[in-house]
């Protein structure tokens, strides 16, 4: 068997502030095949973006992070890596027109000359399916709308021919046509190019639409993870139960917003004992005090006490 394209190994980080720590994220482990697709999902706040950013090293300097990030090869972050933001403002210069910054990405990663960068910015315009793109090509981020801008992040992300492309959230502040349109592109780009993609995402539905597996984040904890058939057909953790059982339906795809789960997720700052969950969950009992094991393999198991007991929890 070849080796995965990325490795993570009890994976943590935490924020110090000056009344006290943010335990963002601990201890996540999951491997990433070539051309493997996951979704990473969880409620705002639960370390999506920690851990993106940790993957692609653009974690901030002020965060400290723990555990083993493994690369099969050497990467290069913006060559081998592409991230699309949530907000395409983090990826685009307000200054540069369009064109020019994606044949940018050539020229450094690729060793391109400008012209032929530009050449190939206008093919990359078009394979994100911006109208017209050559006369786009001269447009500034401000002429274009929110998904157009998002396409122009995409064009420079995958400029370079990356091996992996980690999109945080960068379509959740379109609407649900342009947001789907631009899920399916991802889809058939990362496809056509046979990139690994890391989606994160707190919608289940695009999760499932876009992923071979799920990840699934609770107030920094992976609670479960699995083939995305797997996690939205059998969900085994009661939070990822709660969020299928109330809200998944395929039928009516292609997307629904999280729900909110009744009571709120815990203070960063004061986390509960044991399953950070357990304040929430309704099979919750004496053993969920303590921190809950992982059960199950790498990338496909759960973290609660119930269900190793119980079979289902
Ligand atoms: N740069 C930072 N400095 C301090 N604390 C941070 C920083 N970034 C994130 N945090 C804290 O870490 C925790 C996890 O945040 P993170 O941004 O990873 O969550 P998220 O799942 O991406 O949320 P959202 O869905 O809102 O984007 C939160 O409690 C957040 O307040
Ligand atoms: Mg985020």
Known sequence: MTAPLLTLAAVGATYPHDDGAVDALADVSFDLAEGERIAVIGESGSGKSTLALAIAGLLPSTAVSVGRI????PMVGGRDIGFVF?????????VMNIGDQVAEVRVRHCGEGLRAARRA???LLDRVRLPQPSRLARAYPHELSGGQRQRAALAMAIAAGPRLLIADEATSALDTVVQAEIVALIGELVRAASMALVFVTHDIALASQI??????LYAGRMVEAGPAARVVGAPRHPYTQALIAGHLDLSRAPAFPLPAIAGAPPDPFDPPRGCRFAPRCSHAFSACLDEPA???GIGDGVRCVGFPLGGEP
């Open 211 to 216: 992923s071979d597996r799920i990840v699934v």
């Open 121 to 123: 910015a206008i093919d």
């Open 86 to 94: 949530q907000d395409p403002g983090a990826s685009l210069d307000p």
């Open 70 to 73: 493994g690369w099969r090869r």
């Open 294 to 296: 992982w059960s199950g």
